[in-house]
């Protein structure tokens, strides 16, 4: 697995995002995916997942970009990597930052789990 088919998930997710289409969005994680949002909430399975963003997206979201940018790709065993994923939402949205696993299965390359957190402002910056 390249840093640049674990990528691919991420640009994936951005033009599903730009698109407003939370089912192409949600396709990019396992099945049985394991994702934390920002706010700490733990959903269990892609269709949580789907319905989630398709909330997002239907309102504070709406119209919204996510610019992603994967920083590390570590391998821990054939088919398995750690990715660490900084993803800014514009205009005016949180910057985040994502540790995930992604897996390669029977069904292709997909992100089995995600831990999101929202990246505080530099010190100067803050409100």
Known sequence: MTDDDVSA???TMAACWLRGDAE????????????????GEELRGRDAVVAGHARMFAGPFRGTRLIPEVRLVRSLARGLSLVHAVTVIEPDGPTTHAQAVVVDD????RIAAFHNMTVPAPLGEQK
Request: proline share 0%; hydrophobic share 50%; glycine share 8%.
């Open 106 to 109: 029977r069904n292709g390359r």
């Open 9 to 11: 998930l991420w640009r």
């Open 24 to 39: 192409a969005f949600g396709a990019v994680f396992a099945e049985d995916v394991d994702f934390v949002t920002v706010r």
